[in-house]
C-alpha cells in the first residue's frame, strides 16, 4: 500500500488537503479507466461492426444474384413469347420463315439437278 503524507499546518494535520489528493487522485484514476474503457469499447464497436459489414454484404450479394437469376427467367420467357407472337403474325400474313425459305431451297435444289440430268439425256 502506498505511504500515506499527511500535511501538517501547525501541529495538526490538514485533512482539507489530504481529502483533495485523495480525490485528485480518484479523478486520475477514474479518467485512466474510462480511456481504457472507450479504447476497448471502440475495439470492440470496430470489430462488430466489420462482422455485420461482411454480414450485409453478403446478403446483398445474395439477393443481387438472385434478381439476376430471376431476370434472366423473365427475360427468356419474354424471348420466348415475342418469338411466338412474330411467328403467328408471320404465318397469319403468308411470309415464309426462314425454315420455310430452306425447304423451298432444297426442294429447288433438287429440281435443278433432275433438270440437268433430263438435258443429259436428251441431249
Known sequence: MAKQEVVQENGHENVILTNTRKIFHAGLGAVAMAQEEIGDLA???MERGETVE???RQRLDDMFEKRRNQLEKNAERVENAFDK????TLERVHIPTQQDIKALDTKLT???KKLD???KEMA
Not at 407472337?85 to 403467328?88: K, P, T
Open 43 to 45: 475495439k470492440r464497436l
Open 54 to 56: 461482411k454480414e450485409n
Open 85 to 88: 407472337r412474330l411467328q403467328s
Open 110 to 112: 433438287r429440281l435443278n
Open 117 to 119: 440430268e433430263l438435258r
